[in-house]
């Protein structure tokens, strides 16, 4: 047995429910000693009521989880409110009365998720309207907030956009549960991606072919992370155990694809699981890896090799550099159906001495340096047989860091130094320097230092992510809602990205735009009619390099339909 309980209802002059309080509460039979045998528990709080049916077994409430619903005891259901129900109309007006608010980091921010495509995207995901706006008032939070320890719901409390997003009482975003809830489900994830690429291959049409794979560990330190429980180590390990996998494009720079993993692992395996995964989830092939040291093993070399190299075939086959020549010189060169770049790992086994030995009477050849981002490198490309398997090795020696550390090394440590062998000089004077890169693919030592040093287009989107976003620690403590606050980071760190990239021309940081754009100011009268103050210079500058037209007088309906529609 249940019942609405109303507390402090008041009503206006012209009717309208104006404060309040309702809560679902159960009664129960309880054996006691005294009169009463009867408890009353409270189910659920309901927030402020909007509206009360006359035998106050039913209405409309401002539920702070739920939203503006309708709730019917008898039947125990609730239900949707359309936002056109004339039920709604003294709370409508009610809401209009909040005459001046925060005009310029809503509307740009809006209207720059519109012209990127992402409200779209959004859009085809949150078939809901009201799921859709809370999203956006989230992303809006998280970008324009400017690192503010305010809460969702304090910080949209006084910005325009609680005026356009009227599906969403501001007060139900002070608890992110449902939210968090609602993005969290797979179904939501391949959804989202799918209609992302789609998207994004109407600009750049190779979008998700070639892509940079990296990962980084979850907060282990996170009391009953639920990932935990299915890692191989335990739930009392100290090392790291999950991963977050991040597909990057290349192209683009932004995300294509993500994962977690059990385990602190990242092999050969990982990139097939990876590649199947995307495949069959959003229909991309993933044709190129740019990986680092830690994927390098001998499974992802006979995975991603030119070949068996039989013994006897060219020369050694002891891991060791060889110049014998493995393909026809004048035969058409066809580049591999998947390509790998991979940095060696200074390992034992994997060919470091014969590779260093190979390079160093052409050190001091001017034919083989090249100059990049200040710094001169010598590169040359060698045959290599590493694990059975024909392999490019790609060896470098930064001169800039090469001289450093060999200059260094001398002044902190001139005994040993003079101790040394001439060979043992020799490698302590390129060192410092000296790194390999290994592929499948022929090109010039340009070119594919070039690719990889693209590769840390990932970490500084793993960077901005933790810094600027809080993608991590993860404060989650069911498995849905984890996946929710990833899938919300990811697409605040898609929009972040994009944003950036915009004002890269600018003058303006995203932490000076978030700033200034506050400084606009607008009024919105209970009609709806939208009065905006005259902006500043620099808001001007800002609105213009964000292609965003500068409004006078509007309305909400207009905004609406340019903004969400």
Known sequence: MAFIRFQKVKVSDSGAIIGGTAAIIDVSYVRSPGNSHSKQTVRERLGTPIYISDDRKSGIFNSPTRGIVEYDVVKDLFKEVSSDDERLSAFAESRGRNV???????YVFMCFLK????????????????DLERCIMHLYHRHMSNASKDRCDLFCENSFITSVMSDVPVQTLRTDTYYFETMGGDNLRLAFFTAFAEMM???????GKSCYVDSTPLPNEAKDNP?????????????KQTRLVLVLDKASGLPVWFK??????????TLKDIADDVKVSIGMEICDYVLDAGYASKSLIKTYGLGPFEEGEDGRTDGRD????WEDPDAEYEPPEKSVLVKMPLKQGYGHPGLFGGIKPLLNNGKYDFCRDG????????????????????????????LNGYR??????PEEFSAMKDKDRTWCKYRSGFFVLLSNLRSTPQEILDMYFGRTDIETVFKTSKEYLSLLPLNKWTERTVHGKILSDMVSLIVYLSMRRTLSGTPFSMTETATRLRSLICSVDGKGVIRVDTPNKQVREIFAALSVPLPADTDLEKVRSDCLM
């Not at 977690?260 to 395996?269: A, E, F, K, L, S």
């Open 100 to 106: 001046h608010s925060v005009f310029g980091d809503a």
């Open 115 to 130: 012209n990127m495509g992402m409200t779209g995207v959004l859009g085809k995901v949150l078939t809901r309207k009201p």
């Open 201 to 207: 291959r109407r600009t750049f049409p190779d979008f």
């Open 227 to 239: 990932f935990n429980a299915f890692n191989r180590h335990g739930t009392g390990e100290a090392t």
């Open 260 to 269: 977690t993993i059990p385990g602190n692992v990242t092999d050969v395996n």
């Open 322 to 325: 060889t110049e014998e020549s």
């Open 375 to 402: 710094h001169a490198y010598f590169g040359k490309r060698r045959k290599h047989v590493l694990f059975g398997q024909k392999i490019y090795a790609y060896v470098y020696v930064d001169h800039d860091n090469a």
């Open 408 to 413: 260094k090394f001398m002044s902190e440590n």
